[in-house]
């Protein structure tokens, strides 16, 4: 079904935005969740807002130490059995201004943070024996190669790839790995950057008018970490109110 009642999830950058919005259903659902965030003041808020025993970290998911306890700790000496990779710097950035800094900033923060997180969780869940599920935030920006953002679309496109080679690699020990390519989303973050003036024109290319919310990715995720899911793995689902026709 798709409750998650008894599960322990980690839910990266989830201090604001998509990510906090997919603790929340998640919470919602039964789950027992770990916020955590390099804004370990804000993981926390948002957890003593969402409730149902959700628990705010500090965590930067760029450093592996860093991560390993995390999850470690949210493991509670067995293993989490879900993790969703959100963290990421979401920029907006003329090309002209993509020099080596950005580029790696962008490719540590938003692709090597999910093999980080993934190399650990899905080590501590064949450990325990437990068949859990690792879910990627991609963005429709790799199918539609979305202007001031290269690094940000192919740190993304990386991290559909690294979902199919992923969900092979664990798919015999029952662990399933999917990824959402979210569209224009109204999250914290593009509300407070450039990327709000985007709206009308991305509204233009979807098949149904609106602004998309947090709550709209959040609703998908909740259905793929859950059993009801159990037989889709190495996917990548597209929430864009069909900007993009796959
Ligand atoms: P946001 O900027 O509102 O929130 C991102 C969160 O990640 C923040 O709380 C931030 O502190 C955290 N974070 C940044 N670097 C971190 C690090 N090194 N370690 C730990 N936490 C870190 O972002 P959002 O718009 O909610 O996006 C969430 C996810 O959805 C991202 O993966 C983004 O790429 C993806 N996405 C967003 C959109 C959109 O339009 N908003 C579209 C497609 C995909
Ligand atoms: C279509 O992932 O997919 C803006 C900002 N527009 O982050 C994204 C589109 C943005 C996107 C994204």
């Keep these: ?38 804004n370990g003041e804000g993981a926390k808020a948002a957890a003593a807002e969402i409730g149902h025993g959700a628990v705010g970290v500090t965590c930067d998911s760029t450093k592996v130490d860093e991560v390993e306890t995390m999850l470690e700790d949210a493991a509670e000496n ?27 900033k ?28 690792v879910l990627n935030m991609a963005s429709n920006s790799f199918y539609a190669g979305t202007p001031n953002m290269s690094a940000y679309v192919a740190a993304k496109g990386g991290v559909i790839g690294f979902t199919r080679a992923l969900a092979t690699e664990v798919g015999k020990y029952g662990i399933r790995v999917n990824a959402v390519t979210p569209g224009l989303i109204e999250s914290d973050g593009v509300k407070a950057s450039p990327h709000a003036e985007s709206f009308g024109f991305v509204e233009m290319l979807q098949a149904m008018p609106g602004k ?9 995720v909740a259905f793929l970490v859950s059993d009801d899911a159990g037989w889709m793995t190495g996917q990548c689902v597209n929430v864009d109110a069909g900007m993009i026709r796959l």
């Excluded at 998309?212 to 998908?220: L, M, N, R, S, W």
């Design 1 to 38: 079904s798709t409750s998650l009642e008894g599960r322990k999830a980690v839910v990266t950058g989830a201090a604001q935005g998509i990510g906090k919005a997919i603790a929340r259903a998640l919470a919602e659902a039964g789950a027992k969740v770990v916020i955590s965030d390099i």
């Design 78 to 104: 067995g293993a989490i059995d879900i993790l969703v990779n959100n963290a990421s710097i979401v920029p907006y950035i003329a090309w002209d201004d993509v020099d080596m800094a950005h580029w790696q």
């Design 106 to 133: 962008i490719i540590d923060t938003n692709l090597t943070s999910v093999f980080i997180a993934s190399r650990k969780a899905t080590d501590m869940m064949r450990a325990a024996g437990r068949k859990g599920t």
């Design 212 to 220: 998309g919310q947090p709550t709209d990715i959040a609703k998908v």
